[in-house]
């Protein structure tokens, strides 16, 4: 037990709080008689200087084996993933910055600090205990955000529906959690993956394993737990919905990837050939099945930009459960790879509907309608975005699905389930393909509605979350042995 | 009267986790499926302070601090959206919620 | 036992949803057999607490209330953590002091920032 070594490794978080106090600090101080746009640029301003520092806390936290008696874990994982937490939340308060309009600025931008610090923290999180804390942080800062608009009732109203589902998961989550710790008598990962190895399997143990299920489904929005995703999409401030599209999926998976494989990695099962074995392997085929099917089909029937996206989240989560399954023969660069760049081109998507919408009205897709016309540069960041999300190569959505199907199909070739799922994720690719080309046919061929509609000016804030997220997803996808070579 | 053994205190629990599951499904008043979110919780308190007491570590009780704590931050969280939404919309019946459907 | 492993999992999943659909169905007969609805005024009047009620139940609170409450909570909820330090005070490391420091420092920021914004003033 030393406090020494746990500030340490706890730098990103620290820095991450530190900074969320002293925005609000200073905004209660020095922000009292400045005018609303003042205060927000100070404390995006303050939030990004905290991020940065995390960043730099997380890199000289560096990689140990296990911290503060096993509570904590910095490997590979652990550091990639929490870079990446923060680089999107970054993304998240420049855009900030650039686009919204909130009456409480710094509570915004702090609350998004707490969100980060829960995130960095499900990043490193090795025992039931701070996982369940770490979760909750996060997932309650995000319900204040999902509710931050308090002038639209459908604010309100998304923010009722994801506390309710995120409360429901987490109570399963937790009741997973008790029958775990009933069963093996420790929280801690490696003494539960020690135990476990050998009881064996056991009616309670599956119990178990189908509530912890349960919960990472409500938090990666696969079908069949996906109610609660296009309505707060949809009804959410848009710098809240890109946040939870993106930082908190990527979160949400090194979380329940750590809690899976490391942790009931013996409880596993096998889905490589056809008969395969009783797990919870088995459990998240089906998971991810269901939601490349829904999440595709449904997407196909949306006339709202926002509530589009969510069904194509959602069939995103199925690819992203197949990288569960392979982790543990491919390791998690798959995984990890596509996590991080779907959350990169959704970040940049919701961008540019945040831009559109300053301007002017972003609900239905045909309001993006000659968006080349009024801003070349959000056209063409756009198209980048959502062929990305499209699998088109040479973007980073490309080679994320390439490597995850192959991982997949390298499992047991087409014996087995987890070699037809990537050839079913290969088939509904092409209906994805659809829906995002009549997203970009709006925004790139077709007219303005009214020809005399004014240019969309982009803040400069905004500006760089674009370029950058545009630039960067063109660049892992030349080179993505970046990100796969820390693995 | 013999002794209450694990097997009860799981039992108990599993029944208050399904009846907490069945009243957040079935009722129809926010403030009601509230309650039930946290008779969830509760039930899984239980089976963590009685799996504690059987297998005669502390770390099932810490636990329960904690879900205290996280459950006391989930109710104000969740009491100022209801608030929020209460003042928009002067209701509190869920299926009364529907401004956000294709 | 040699059943399916899933097995128990579908008698746990059976139980579970009969249990409540059980005692629904057992409120439903009691309230058909043995309590027949006879609204009167007396009935429906208001309970307080036994002298004569003056006014409607459907009155609406202050939200000025809840805001005391969450406060009041925090601070409850804080003793929850610090009984068992201060039971375990003598054996602990001075890490641990510090630590417990730094979360009522937290806690007394979130004071100061309602105190701030006005939460506490009584409008």
Request: neutral net charge; aromatic residues 12%; glycine residues 8%.
């Amino acid at each position: 037990m030393n406090y020494l070594e746990l500030l340490r490794a706890l730098l990103p978080e620290t820095a991450l709080v530190v900074g969320a106090l002293l925005a609000l600090t200073f905004d209660l101080s020095f922000g009292v008689r400045q005018s609303r746009e003042t205060r927000l640029h100070a404390a995006v301003i303050i939030g990004t200087l905290a991020v940065v520092a995390a960043m730099f806390g997380a890199l000289s936290a560096g990689v140990a084996d296990a911290v503060f008696g096993g509570v904590l874990v910095l490997d590979e994982l652990t550091l990639a993933s929490r870079l990446g937490v923060l680089m999107l939340a970054w993304l998240t308060l420049t855009l900030t910055g650039g686009t919204a309009r909130l009456r409480h600025p710094a509570e915004f931008v702090a609350i998004v600090l707490f969100a980060t610090a829960g995130f960095t923290l499900m990043a490193a999180a090795q025992q039931l205990l701070v996982a369940f804390l770490a979760l909750e942080l996060a997932s309650l800062s995000l319900y204040i955000l999902a509710g931050f608009d308090k002038s639209r009732p459908e604010s309100a109203e998304a923010a009722l529906k994801y506390f309710l589902f995120g409360g429901m998961s987490a109570a399963f989550l937790l009741f997973g959690f008790s029958l775990i710790y009933g069963l093996t008598g420790s929280i801690e990962l490696p003494q539960i993956a020690h135990q476990l190895a050998r009881q064996g399997q056991s009616p309670l143990l599956s119990l178990a394993l189908v509530m912890v299920l349960v919960a990472f489904g409500f938090k990666a929005a696969a079908a069949p737990f996906h109610l609660w995703a296009p309505d707060v999409y949809e009804g959410a401030p848009v710098v809240s919905s890109a946040l939870i599209a993106s930082a908190s999926k990527l979160a949400g998976f090194t979380l329940f990837v750590r809690l899976l494989w490391p942790g009931f990695g013996p409880a596993a099962g096998s889905v490589a050939t056809a008969a395969g074995s009783p797990g919870w392997l088995p459990l998240v085929a089906c998971l991810s099945a269901a939601s490349l099917l829904l999440g595709n089909f449904a997407a196909l029937a949306q006339s709202n930009v926002r509530r589009l996206l969510a069904y194509s989240a959602i069939a995103h989560a199925g690819v992203m459960l197949l990288g569960v399954i392979v982790a543990g023969d491919a390791g998690l660069g798959p995984l990890f790879y596509y996590v991080f760049t779907y959350g990169l081109a959704t970040i940049g998507a919701f961008a540019v509907i945040a831009v559109v919408e300053r301007a002017g009205c972003c609900q239905k897709i045909t309001d993006l309608a000659g968006l080349h016309r009024r801003s070349p540069l959000l056209a063409g960041c756009f198209a980048v975005y959502l062929l990305s999300l499209a699998g088109i190569p040479p973007l980073a959505g490309f080679f994320g699905k390439f490597t995850v199907f192959a991982a997949a199909l390298n499992l047991g070739g087409l014996a087995g389930p987890a070699g037809w799922l990537a050839l079913l994720a290969i088939a509904l690719s092409a209906v994805a393909l659809y829906y995002y080309l009549v997203m970009l046919k709006q925004a790139l061929v077709v007219a303005p509605a009214d020809p005399a509609s004014a240019p969309v000016p982009v803040p400069a804030d905004a500006a760089i979350v674009l370029v950058f997220t545009a630039l960067l997803l063109v660049l892992l996808g030349l080179f993505p042995s970046v990100v796969l070579r820390i693995f | 009267m013999t002794p209450a053994t694990l097997n009860d205190y799981v039992l108990i629990s599993a029944v208050l986790f399904a009846i907490g599951f069945f009243g957040v499904l079935l009722r129809r008043n926010t403030l009601v499926i509230f309650m039930s979110l946290e008779l969830m919780l509760v039930a899984s308190t239980l089976a963590l302070v009685a799996f504690s007491r059987f297998n005669g570590t502390m770390d099932g009780n810490v636990f329960v601090f904690f879900i205290l704590t996280v459950a006391a931050a989930e109710v104000a969280v969740g009491l100022a959206i209801i608030v929020a939404l209460f003042r928009k919309r002067h209701t509190v019946q869920v299926d009364e919620l529907n401004t956000l459907k294709n | 036992m040699n059943a399916h492993p899933y097995a128990f999992l579908a008698l746990f999943g059976a139980v579970a949803v009969a249990f409540p659909l059980i005692l629904l169905a057992v409120a439903r007969l009691w309230f058909r057999f043995f309590q027949p609805p006879k609204p009167s005024l007396d009935k429906g009047a208001v309970y307080e607490c036994g002298i004569a009620p003056s006014g409607d139940s459907w009155i609406q609170f202050k939200a000025h209330y809840y805001l005391y409450a969450i406060l009041f909570l925090i601070f409850d909820v804080e003793v929850l953590f610090l009984l068992p330090f201060a039971v375990a005070f003598t054996t602990l490391p001075g890490g641990a002091l510090v630590a417990m420091l730094v979360f009522l420092l937290l806690l007394a920021e979130g004071l100061v920032w309602a105190w701030h914004r006005g939460h506490l003033e009584w409008k």
